[in-house]
């Protein structure tokens, strides 16, 4: 259904990009989502999610090139996946890492444990 669907896309000019499967019955089907769009100058679909990270993520204390970076809680990796300023309490949005169970996270949160991802690469004895 994909290769079919960004065959049409090309055809006419746009991109194809699978979004997910949810609703799975294996008895019935399943729901199946896509996002077609005109192309980015590197022939990638818009993402109007990073878009809107990007306009709003120095309002909450992070960089726009944060979006889809990858941090711990100790426990579990997650990757951040937008923001949405409607929550004001918990504004960010990321998935966990191993199934891409959304999560909602403060700004600070983030902040400080993107943060901590960074490693002190300083030689010893400085």
Do not use: H
Request: aromatic share 8%; proline share 7%.
């Amino acid at each position: 259904m994909l290769q079919a669907c960004q065959d049409v896309a090309a055809r006419n000019g746009l991109v194809v990009e699978a979004k997910e499967i949810s609703g799975v019955d294996l008895r019935w089907g399943f729901d199946l989502g896509f996002r077609v769009s005109i192309p980015l100058p590197d022939g990638s679909a818009l993402d109007p999610e990073r878009l809107r990270f990007e306009a709003l993520a120095a309002a909450f204390g992070l960089s726009p090139a944060d979006f889809g970076r990858q941090f711990s809680t100790g426990r579990d990796t997650f990757r951040i996946t937008g923001i949405d300023p409607r929550r004001p309490k918990y504004p960010i949005s990321a998935e966990r890492i191993p199934d891409g169970q959304g999560y909602k996270f403060t700004a600070e949160q983030v902040a400080l444990l993107l943060q901590k991802e960074v490693k002190d690469v300083t030689p010893k004895g400085r």
